[in-house]
């Protein structure tokens, strides 16, 4: 997808995302529950490559809707509390606007980079209000590839989040990424399974913090 050619994601993207988080478990016999953790299923889809497609399903408590949305969106702050971002920030590249994103990895291996695009909505479903934020990867000239650092080119996350009726959120992610390079697919798989759930705990943690800052 070329900057200034994506118009970004379609309506019914963003509908897809607000269907899967009024189920409990992704539809389609070939997921398999994969672990449940931290008060999360993380459900896995493996595809030709060996690798997994992942749909979470969860509730973070005390972490209201908007809240949540607001301190997923802000990358600045997550500067401070994503101990794996080296680099992130925004560019505006033909009209639109694009993510640079370099996580670190642990010696040996190499760092990875993400370019990608980004929107926010907040639809209404029936009276329900879900905040859905989807992103993907895309190709930007303005974004050279950095010695030592591998370019990931597939790379695609959605997150749907909506009120549990207290004061938390019910959240549902999909997430995919082929980080390249040699890294064994079981490794891969290990550590995204890992990672999700904590990562969408530490954002969670994140959220106290957030109010405390504003």
Known sequence: MECGAA???????????????????????????????????????????GLYEYKVF????????ALLADVYM????????????KELYEKECNGETVVYWEVKYPFP???RDYIY?????ELDMEGRK???VLAQSTSVPQFAERPGVIRVNQYK??????????????????????????????????????GVP????????????YLKKT
């Open 58 to 65: 969860g509730v973070l408590d005390d972490c209201p809707p």
């Open 109 to 111: 291996m190499s760092n």
């Open 117 to 121: 695009i980004r929107q926010r909505q």
């Open 7 to 49: 118009g970004g994601f379609s309506e019914e993207q963003f509908r897809e995302a607000c269907a899967e988080i009024q189920q409990r478990a992704p539809a389609g016999a070939n997921w398999e529950l994969l672990v449940e953790t931290l008060g999360f299923s993380i459900y896995g889809l493996l595809d030709q490559t």
């Open 198 to 209: 904590n990562f969408l705990k530490d954002m969670a943690k994140a959220c106290q913090n």
């Open 157 to 194: 996350q959605s997150l749907a989040i909506e009120s549990d009726g207290k004061k938390g959120s019910k959240v549902f992610m999909y997430y995919f990424d082929n980080p390249g390079g040699q890294i064994p697919s079981w490794l891969i798989n290990w550590v995204a399974k890992n």
């Open 130 to 132: 879900i905040h859905v």
């Open 74 to 85: 802000d990358l600045d702050y997550r500067k401070q509390w994503d101990q794996y971002v």
